[in-house]
Structure formats: C-alpha cells, structure tokens
T-cell receptor
C-alpha cells in the first residue's frame, strides 16, 4: 500500500480555487489515487479518483503528474461548505475497498 | 432516501455491556464495511463483507462480531464493552464488482463507554 503525504492544514478564500497537494512517490502502477473528504461530524465523502489521466467531475478536478508521484485536488470555487479534512489515498484493485486514511489536510475556507 | 443509514446515531453505555449497531444500504451494493474513527480522528477499517461473506478482518478483538443477514445489511455487535471502544463507528458500502471501488459512508455512530 503506497503511503501518501499531505500538508496538515491549508486556508483558502471563499470563491477562490483551492489546490490541495498530495505526494505518493511509492505508488505502484495499478494503484488509483482517491480523494475523500470529511466534513465535521459527518461520514467521509467520496470526491474523485484517477489512475493516470486528469479527471474532472461536478465536485472537483484531479491532476496527476506524469510520473504519478504526486497529485493535486482542485476545488475550482471554494465555498464555506467545503471546509473539511481532505484525504488522499492510494488503493489498488485487489485491496477490496480497504482505504488507508492518513491525517489528511484540514482545509479552512474563509469569507 | 439515505443511501447508507446506521442506527443509533449516539450510544452511551456502561463498561461490560453488550450493544449492537445496525447498518443498511439501499444502493444495491455487494460490499459493506465497518470503519472506526478514534479520538485522534484516525479512520481505520475493521471489517468488510462481500455478499454476506467476510472478506477483511483487521485483527479486531473477538468481542466485535459483524453479522450480515443479507447483502443490504451489516450489523456490528460488541460484547463486554471497554472504555477503549469509545469511538465513532462508520458503516460504508461499495459496488464490489470492479477494479475501482467508491465507498459510500453512513453518518456514523458515536459510542461512549462509561
């Protein structure tokens, strides 16, 4: 299981883009990069995932470097409701949904 | 309709008691999980079931016994509760059929053992 490293905290101004970095230098070729977030007192919420290509959905964009050693989650227009802990997780297809959560990045969106 | 629902939301009990937490999903998923979040906010998998069959058991004490009566339900029974069992327990489900598993989590059960 690849270990991921994230900054413990970040601030972002409301309405601006939030760019959350993640290092996963030991990721193996078949491991996907998943992003989840946990808003205070709620269960974790799936955001997005990718293998090699950049991905975009209604919540966010995921940029994965060509060497796959790092990625960035982008929330294009952060709102106060995006304040949460964001987790970057590397998981392979044979891990049966066993997400290994680190400490994540606590994102504070400020007015 | 809540996709993954667990009850109760709060559970306060005395040491030594036996308690259960129920979980149901209406997403038609094949795989269900129990995760535990301790006081330091670390989230860790405890169990997973695929179509009622135990797939993952992360060296959880025998006092914890998951039960899956059908693939839409995964209940967690805890015997002889200890102070250290105090935590938030999250149920989750995923399709369980492909290479890419997206997990959907319930809102959690906060267990306090006194």
């Amino acid at each position: 299981d690849a270990k991921t490293t994230q900054p413990p905290s970040m601030d972002c101004a409301e309405g601006r883009a939030a760019n959350l970095p993640c290092n996963h230098s030991t990721i193996s070729g078949n491991e996907y990069v998943y992003w989840y977030r946990q808003i205070h007192s709620q269960g974790p919420q799936y955001i997005i995932h990718g293998l090699k290509n950049n991905e975009t959905n209604e919540m966010a964009s995921l940029i994965i470097t060509e060497d796959r050693k790092s990625s960035t989650l982008i929330l294009p227009h952060a709102t106060l409701r995006d304040t949460a802990v964001y987790y970057c997780i590397a998981m392979g297809p044979n891990q049966g949904g066993k997400l290994i959560f680190g400490q994540g990045t606590e994102l504070s969106v400020k007015p | 309709d809540t996709a993954v629902s667990q009850t109760p939301k709060y559970l306060v009990t005395q040491m030594g008691n036996d308690k259960s937490i129920k979980c149901e999903q209406n997403l038609g998923h094949d795989t269900m999980y129990w995760y535990k979040q301790d006081s330091k906010k670390f989230l860790k998998i405890m169990f997973s079931y695929n179509n009622k069959e135990l797939i993952i058991n992360e060296t959880v004490p025998n006092r914890f016994s998951p039960k899956s009566p059908d693939k839409a339900h995964l209940n967690l029974h805890i015997n002889s509760l200890e102070l250290g069992d105090s935590a938030v327990y999250f149920c989750a489900s995923s399709p369980g059929r492909g290479r890419e598993e997206k997990l959907f989590f319930g809102s959690g059960t906060q267990l306090s053992v006194l």
